[in-house]
């Protein structure tokens, strides 16, 4: 089988594009919704949480105290660093156990941080999503009700697009809504064609 990796910055239209190619019928493996599942439910993730962050940073009813985990985060550069060193090899392990589930012959993980957390190792192929800079800002703005200076300030302090794209085997140009399924039938094609002839 094929792993494809699908990523993008934000107001990119990730959450869209991963829609679309479920109602194809593909396996599209959400890496965020899962990582939250880890860190609520995985023992080894919980254990590991617990031991650097405190027994505070879960609630009684035993999820993951959210908010003070922001607070610490947003306080102490350092916890993010460690968040990720816990958390991103479980979600690497989840997603190949899902991958031996499946019976599809092209699987899809999507992931906004897939080359900021090195990931890339894990796919035969990245597909980056793309979109002009104000389309981004328009869908943000509107998704999270919050100010255009604070959408601008969140893309600024990702990875820019054109390292991605270089980075990218394929790439999806998610300004015009009407182009969108026709590029990924079309992706999705050339995928079919370099997996028969592996």
């Known amino acids: ?106 699987l899809f993980f999507e992931s906004a941080i897939l080359f900021e957390s090195k990931l890339e190792g894990l796919f035969d192929y990245i597909i980056s999503i793309s979109a002009d800079m104000e389309t981004r800002i328009k869908r943000v703005v509107e998704r999270d009700a919050t100010k255009r200076e604070k959408v601008i300030e969140r893309i600024n302090n990702q990875m820019p697009d054109s390292e991605k794209l270089s980075k990218s085997d394929f790439v999806i140009y998610n300004n015009d809504d009407d182009q969108i399924v026709k590029q990924i039938l079309a992706i999705i094609h050339q995928l079919n064609n370099l997996n028969k002839n592996r």
């Open 1 to 106: 089988m094929l792993k494809i990796g699908l990523t993008g910055g934000i107001g990119s239209g990730k959450s869209t594009i991963a829609k679309i190619i479920e109602i194809l019928g593909y396996p599209v493996y959400i890496s965020d919704l899962r990582a939250a599942w880890l860190m609520n439910w995985d023992l080894e993730v919980r254990e590991a949480l617990t031991s650097y962050f405190g027994d505070e940073i879960y609630l009684p009813g035993g999820r993951l105290n959210r908010q003070r985990l922001a607070s610490i985060i947003f306080n102490d550069k350092n916890a993010i660093t460690e968040v990720n060193r816990i958390v991103h090899p479980a979600v690497t392990q989840d997603f190949l156990e899902w991958c031996r589930e499946q019976k599809k012959d092209i």
